[in-house]
């Protein structure tokens, strides 16, 4: 309740404010506040922009998730603007943005950094999806590993051996965070759900983002268009494509769905595995 005995408005965080963020905020923005957070001042103020242009309530904060106090910050924001319902952690970068050690970084430390500090706000039907990739399914780590990547605390996360980047190379260093998310996401939900709230990952295919199309254009181009070709659905998938399922997984109908991962891919994985293996 507000001072005026009025029930807070719901708030809804989402971190990363390209196309992909921009799409979740209009799919879980209507009759909510949305606190919009990205590592750059100017993509964060032109998605604001864009999204108060459409009516939207947006708020805006310029975010490193790699960095604590940041991430405090941000959590602080959200408990004054209303009731934390929703966060959607959409923040990241990919092998042609960035060297293993910033991929660590932001990719994995980040993630840990905003699940532990958005725990504290969490409460009865709130809910967090985490935004993994499918780059994870391709991570092949033994037990104890895929172990110490879910329950290690965040302060200790980064010393982890399998973390080291001098050891890494780009794609296996995205890999590996990718799966560490999910793997987080998993280990989170214990404590998520102690409070009534829940959390789970989404991890998609190649889409048709910013970051997606530095994909497409760099050294394993060629590589992916073969993924895309080999897929069920025989396309590049589309920010809408991951907004949907975010909304669906954030909503009631999915109250029993926590702790687990949702790979959206088009088939892309299933191609690779089962075409491309026999050269189709």
Not at 32 to 43: H, K
Not at 53 to 67: I, K, L, M
Not at 136 to 150: F, H, I, Q, S
Not at 215 to 229: K, N, Q, T, V, W
Request: hydrophobic residues 45%; negative net charge.
């Amino acid at each position: 309740m507000n001072g005026m005995g009025t029930p807070a408005r719901e708030v809804v965080v989402i971190t990363g404010a390209g196309g992909m963020g921009v799409a979740i905020a209009r799919r879980l923005g209507p009759g909510r506040r949305v606190l919009l957070a990205d590592y750059s001042e100017t993509v964060l103020q032109q998605a604001v922009k864009q999204l108060e242009g459409e009516g939207f309530d947006v708020h805006a904060q310029q975010t490193d998730v790699s960095d604590p106090a940041a991430v405090k910050s941000l959590a602080d924001t959200a408990e004054t603007l209303g009731t934390f319902r929703i966060l959607v952690h959409t923040a990241g970068v990919s092998p042609v943005q960035a060297p293993p050690e910033r991929v660590i970084a932001v990719d994995v430390v980040g993630t840990a950094l905003v699940l532990d500090e958005f725990l504290r706000l969490a409460g009865p039907q709130s809910v967090a999806v985490c935004i993994a990739s499918m780059a994870g399914a391709m991570a092949t780590l033994p037990p104890e590993v895929e172990r110490a990547l879910a329950a290690t605390p965040t302060d200790q996360l980064a010393s982890l051996p399998v973390l080291d980047p001098q050891k890494l190379d780009r794609g296996a260093a995205y890999s590996i965070a990718k799966r560490a998310n999910q793997l987080r996401v998993q280990w989170a939900s214990l404590a998520w759900g102690r409070k009534g709230a829940r959390v789970v990952s989404v991890s998609p295919g190649i889409i048709s983002t910013p970051m997606g199309q530095e994909e497409l254009s760099g050294p394993s181009g060629d590589m992916i268009r073969a993924m895309i070709a080999a897929s069920g659905t025989g396309r590049i998938g589309t920010p809408d494509d991951i907004a949907a399922a975010v909304e669906f997984l954030v909503s009631p109908a999915a109250s029993f769905i926590t702790g687990t991962d949702l790979l959206v891919d088009g088939g892309a994985i299933a191609g690779m595995r089962y075409a491309l293996s026999r050269g189709e």
